[in-house]
Every structure is written in C-alpha cells, then in structure tokens.
C-alpha cells in the first residue's frame, strides 16, 4: 500500500521529558485521521515534528514514500491549518487564497483557476472580495482551509481547528470538514482533545497517552472495543466492572465472574492470550444498559440502587450504586417508562454482545 505519512519509531525529547515516545504511523492516501488525546499526550507536538517544525529526536518520517525528516516545512507537501485561523486582515478573501501559490510562482491562469476552484469547494466563492473582518468565525475557518488546500499538498495538517468556533457552529463544521476531505481527496491528519469530533469525521483514529499511542483504529472499533482501560475511560462514558475470566477457550476469553459470584459471557476482549484467573474490567457503555423494576429470570442482572435520575431531553442518565459501592450510569430513552426513581432499587441487564473485556 502506498501511504501518504509514515512515522517510524518516532520519538521526540525536550531536555528530560519525553513528549513523544516511540510512534508509528502509516497513513494512506486520501484518509481523514485523527491523533486525538487529553492535554499534554503529544498529539501537537507529532503534529509539528510531521509539519517540520520540530526535529524528532529519533525515529523516521517519510512522506510519499520519501524521507521527509530533514526537508524544511517550506518545502514539505504538507500544509497546517491553526486555530487561530491566520489571516491577512488587509487581504481579501481571494488574496489570502492566492497568498501561496504568488509565492510559488504559479502563472496567473494557473493561480486563478486553483483559487477559484478551491473557494468553490469550501463555498466561499461569493465571498472573495470582501476582508477577513466582514466574515464569521465559520466563514474565516472555510478560508483558511482553502488557503491551505490550494497548494495541493499531499496532506493537510489540522491543529484544534474547530476550537474557536461556537457549538453550533462547530458541529455543522465537523460535517463540512469531513466533505471537503472526502471531495479533494488527500490525507487529513487533525489533532483534537475532542473525541465527539474525532468519531464525526475520521476514518481512523489514534489515541494518545503520556506521549503514546494506546490503540489506532476506525470510531466504531476504538468505541466498542477499547484497547486499554485509558481509551475505555476516554473514548465516551463507560462503566468498567472488575471480573474475572472463567473460560478463556485458546487465550479467548468467552465468561467471566463478577466479585458477587454473578457470571456473564464476555463477546470481545483486548487480547487473546488470557487463561482461567486473567483479570481485568468489563466494559459496559451506558447506552447499552438496560433498567427493569423486578429482576430478570432469563439473564445475568446486576441489583442496584438508584442515586439520582437526570432528565436530558431524548434519554434520562440514572447514576447507580451496586451493594459493594460500585457506581454505574445508565442511559434510558424517555420514551421507556422510568423503571424507578431515587432510593429504589433497580436490576441492570446488557446486551451480551457487548460485553467487552479489557484485561490487565
């Protein structure tokens, strides 16, 4: 497979402190990818070291295939779109687009073309002669994005984007974003804190930790089936129920036994080397909890009480408490009759298939 990025054991060292540690990446062509972690992970910094505004300390960059390391940012294929946006506020909106290829040397036909085609494409064209300060925040992002795309960079590199942008407003970008990635066709790599965003858009997703990547792969499997119990934390809410394994047929766990003696089949682990005794933690979203007055004959339930019963618009979150002090939060659509209210006691169920297990 031909990749866009390779990060090959890429470490990045300030004085004593490790900011990067030991990354490998391997983006293809035209996919939207995610470095995606809390505050301080390292996300912004291998997002530099990609863009060549800091060296790695050790460890390999290629970009299409070709060492990139030490080729300065203004040479790189590469482009980075900022938070801040970035604009020339004396320039309009076609002259902050045109800015690149002018300094390129691009011919004026060749100029025109590109940024007209481009302002089309994130639909700012009628807005090319006005100045960065009579457009919106949303407006002055589609520029900046354009500015970035009309050099026609192998990969276009995205630091928070988004993060100035209201609520509202960030939300129909998201979508937008992932359109125009999907329209141009080349490799987006986006760093953000925010994980609602990151499963929006990307095709995969990395998720950093203390400098590392703990698991890599597409929303859907990062969700469900974590890696570690650090993304089981961070990826959503989650309910992490302490077990042990009781089956574990060729290193697959298939049972476990919570520390009440109630046993439950497990559908997924995070390995495939466990044995009767592995312990670890059941990973339980709390969408996938279901709420009944009386307990279930029929499958494994676990009693609770109800602490407190939050009224959120399309779901009602019960936070919970097991007999031994576990807590638990569980989401109800309304429109499910509420099983109980504050000081009642209530039996969860789950659906078994997603019943995942992250082992320690």
């Known amino acids: 497979m031909s990749y866009a990025l390779e990060l090959r054991g890429v470490t990045k060292r300030f004085g004593d402190v490790t900011a990067v540690d030991a990354v490998d990446l391997a983006i293809p062509h035209g996919e ?14 291998t997002l530099r070291m990609i863009a060549g505004f800091e060296e790695p300390t050790e460890g390999e960059l290629l970009l299409d295939g070709r060492p990139g390391t030490t080729i300065p940012p203004f040479r790189r294929n590469t482009n980075l779109v900022f938070q801040s946006y970035a604009l020339f506020p004396h320039m309009s909106v076609y002259d902050n687009v045109a800015f690149g290829p002018r300094r390129a040397g691009v011919p004026r036909d060749e100029e025109r073309r590109r940024v007209n085609a481009v302002l089309r494409t994130v639909r700012m064209e009628a807005y090319a002669d ?56 080349i490799s987006f790599v986006y760093v953000t804190h925010d994980q609602e965003e990151a499963m929006t858009m990307s095709d995969r997703i990395a998720v950093m930790n203390e400098g590392r990547i703990e698991q890599i792969g597409p929303p859907e499997e990062v969700y469900h089936r974590p890696a570690t119990r650090f993304v089981a934390e961070f990826i959503g809410a989650a309910n992490l129920l302490e077990v042990e394994v009781i089956a574990a047929p060729g290193g697959k766990p298939t ?26 933690v059941l990973v339980l979203r709390p969408e996938h909890l279901v709420l009944h007055a009386a307990p279930p004959t029929d499958e494994p339930a676990v009693e609770t009480t109800i602490v407190e019963t939050i009224f959120q618009g399309s779901v009602v979150r019960f936070e919970l408490t097991t007999p031994d002090g576990t807590h638990i ?32």
């Open 255 to 280: 049972r476990a036994r919570f520390p009440s003696g109630l046993e439950t089949a497990v559908a997924s682990a995070n390995r495939t080397d466990a044995t009767v005794g592995s312990r670890g």
């Open 130 to 185: 006005r100045l960065p300060r009579a457009l919106s925040g949303g407006q002055r992002q589609r520029v900046a994005l354009a500015r970035a795309l009309v050099n026609e960079p192998a990969v276009l590199l995205l630091d928070e984007p988004l993060g100035a942008l209201d609520l509202k407003l960030r939300k129909e970008m998201q979508i937008e974003l992932k359109h125009i990635q999907r329209e141009v066709g």
């Open 32 to 45: 939207f990818f995610s470095l995606l972690g809390p505050s301080g992970c390292g996300k912004t910094t």
């Open 329 to 360: 939060t569980a989401l109800e659509t309304t429109r499910r009759p509420a099983p109980g209210g504050p000081g009642d006691t209530v039996w969860i169920t789950w659906a078994q298939e997603r019943a995942h297990v992250v082992l320690d």
